[in-house]
């Protein structure tokens, strides 16, 4: 690779769920920090919400001049885990890549199940049954409505369970 130190990245891993603390931190003491984040449609108590979250959970990217000079002071800021290695070897992230990386404004998650959506059975002994989403229960549940002996039924599946058409 053909790069200056100067546009050079890095990865650090944090602390569980304080990314936003040690970005904050980091930025504090004067480094540049991306950490991506993402919208992600989630049903709580049956209702969709937007939810933004880290797109790298636990990780986040620091532009560094010198890794060797700045390993400690990045280690022992409040919420960094450490810097992402393997064995002596710290990878880089290359400036185009994190430039990509931000002109992507937002991600969302179109595949969040919707209340009339038409779903396949695919497991039990309703599979290669047509059915059409009632009701969500949870992030990871729905009711659906099928027919079965010539009377609608309502029934709770999984959407591991479920092919959505």
């Known amino acids: 690779m053909n790069e200056l130190d100067s546009d050079v990245w890095y990865v650090i891993r944090t602390k569980p769920k304080q990314e936003e603390r040690a970005a904050l931190n980091l930025e504090n003491q004067g480094f540049e920090v991306f950490a991506p984040k993402l919208t992600v449609k989630k049903i709580r108590r049956g209702v969709r919400t937007s939810v933004v979250e880290p797109m790298f959970p636990n990780y986040l990217f620091v532009k560094l001049d010198?890794?060797?000079?700045?390993?400690?002071?990045?280690?022992?800021?409040?919420?960094?885990?450490?810097?992402?290695?393997?064995?002596?070897?710290?990878?880089?992230?290359?400036?185009?890549?994190?430039?990509?990386?931000?002109?992507?404004?937002?991600?969302?998650?179109?595949?969040?199940?919707?209340?009339?959506?038409?779903?396949?059975?695919?497991?039990?002994?309703?599979?290669?049954?047509?059915?059409?989403?009632?009701?969500?229960?949870?992030?990871?549940?729905?009711?659906?409505?099928?027919?079965?002996?010539?009377?609608?039924?309502?029934?709770n599946f999984s959407y591991k369970e479920l092919q959505f058409k």
């Not at 280690?75 to 880089?92: C, D, E, Q």
């Not at 890549?97 to 396949?120: F, I, N, R, Y």
């Open 66 to 155: 010198d890794i060797i000079e700045q390993f400690y002071k990045i280690r022992s800021t409040y919420g960094v885990a450490g810097v992402l290695r393997f064995g002596n070897n710290i990878p880089k992230i290359p400036q185009q890549w994190v430039d990509e990386m931000k002109g992507v404004d937002e991600l969302t998650d179109e595949q969040a199940p919707k209340v009339g959506d038409s779903v396949e059975i695919q497991q039990g002994p309703f599979r290669g049954f047509l059915a059409k989403i009632v009701q969500l229960d949870g992030e990871s549940r729905c009711f659906v409505m099928l027919e079965w002996m010539q009377k609608e039924v309502k029934a």
